[in-house]
């Protein structure tokens, strides 16, 4: 199918609504149809003068700000590159039939800049829709009618500065939240391969929301033919969340390697925590696995149980050293540590609660879909398996909380 030749100055005039595009130094290059029928300007009348040259302030108004205001928003949009909507702004327009004839008029105003090539702004999109019989109708007539407009106008007004407070909220949140994300994979690359074995990890942020860059897991080898394993989740999310993360992740990666067993590693770091803003009440598993022994050793601060799939199909969660959060308790105290037997070919799964966890649903019901999913995917290799894990645990849509993911066939 050919796809159709379209007339971008045809599509331009056409549109409804009063748009112009100026020059950045704010010359009218172009207005549609309902900009020139609106203003009552010709296109002529327009083209290549000053904005404020073709519609110049009210002199018989000291108290108009409208030029003022209206060319600040412009130059916001042409030094900053990004859209400025402007509020509520009362602007009068010489009659042109009766010179010296100012009739009032309030408009509602953005500035959007067109960016060239090389990033720089080349034309300012100038778009108005005018409310002045809004405000009028809403007003009312009368001996206080010219009060009931103002107030009607600082009323709307304050609306529209929330409006463009809210959006540049969002812009400032989304620009956040794209930082948060690029430090957390900075933070988190997938690891090098821990001896001979396999295994595969994931990291799934929110969707739709900032609660993301809290979650984190770490794998690091130890002499002989051992591992140390951990998953973490901090509470918090975005910047400050993600430098918490790295900060506790990086810990405990130090400490394993010199604490002789999970529960040191762990009291290790919770002693570190009660030192860093933001750490409070994070939770942490950490696991040693021995294939000399075939053993799992692990301590966990709060967090949900890892869980082991057998070579019979049946499952166990590791919930036999389980203890508060770091940082809950306000003096120090030992952490427990459990051990457990492995098979070869079994498989050990860590994750954080973003993948069990569910509003108004009990955590038993999550750690139950856990543990069903593992035992149908479970003869799958762990790159296979843990995307199968996210794809029957994770919703597609409107996921709350980000998710971090350890499979290792041991």
Not at 313 to 330: E, K, W, Y
Request: negative net charge; glycine residues 8%; hydrophobic residues 45%.
């Amino acid at each position: 199918m050919r796809k159709p030749r379209i007339d971008y100055a045809a599509v331009f005039r056409a549109l409804p609504g009063m748009v112009a595009l100026l020059t950045p130094d704010l010359r009218y290059v172009d207005a549609n149809e309902d900009f020139l029928l609106l203003a009552g300007r010709d296109r002529e009348q327009l083209l290549g003068r000053y904005v404020f040259d073709v519609f110049p302030e009210n002199p018989n108004d000291p108290a108009a700000a409208g030029m003022r205001e209206t060319r600040a928003s412009m130059l916001r949009a042409v030094a900053t590159g990004e859209r400025d909507t402007m509020a509520l702004l009362r602007y009068d327009i010489e009659d042109r039939e009766r010179p010296g004839h100012w009739v009032e008029h309030f408009w509602s105003p953005v500035n959007a800049p067109v960016l060239g090539p090389d990033g720089n702004v080349v034309l300012i999109v100038h778009r108005v829709e005018e409310v002045t019989e809004l405000i009028r109708a809403r007003s009312g007539t009368g001996s206080d009618s010219s009060r009931a407009r103002v107030l009607e106008a600082e009323l709307y007004t304050r609306a529209r500065e929330l409006q463009e407070l809210n959006e540049r909220l969002r812009l400032a949140q989304a620009r956040d939240r794209e930082v948060a994300l690029a430090l957390q994979a900075a933070m988190l690359p997938t690891p090098t391969p821990v001896g001979h074995h396999r295994a595969a990890v994931r990291y799934r942020p929110a969707v739709g929301t900032l609660n993301v860059c809290g979650d984190w897991y770490d794998l690091v080898d130890l002499p002989g033919d051992r591992i140390a394993v951990a998953v973490g989740d901090v509470v918090g999310h975005g910047l400050q969340a993600a430098g918490v993360m790295g900060q506790l992740r990086s810990a405990l990666s130090a400490a394993a390697r010199v604490a002789e067993s999970p529960a040191r590693a762990v009291e290790a770091l919770g002693l570190y925590a009660r030192h860093v803003e933001g750490a409070e009440s994070s939770t942490v598993v950490k696991a040693f696995i021995d294939w000399g022994t075939h053993t799992i050793t692990y301590s966990s601060a709060g967090h949900p149980p890892p869980i082991l799939l057998h070579q019979d199909g049946t499952v166990t969660f590791l919930d036999r050293a389980t203890d508060p959060p770091l940082g809950a308790r306000p003096e120090h105290v030992a952490r427990p540590e459990a051990t457990t037997d492995f098979a070869e070919g079994a498989i050990l799964v860590l994750y954080t609660d973003g993948l069990i966890e569910r509003r108004n649903e009990d955590i038993d019901v999550g750690l139950a879909r856990l543990a069903d999913s593992l035992v149908r995917h479970g003869r799958a290799d762990p790159e296979a398996l843990a995307d199968a894990l996210l794809a029957d645990l994770l919703p597609s849509t409107d996921t709350t909380d980000d998710t971090a993911l350890v499979v290792i066939r041991l």
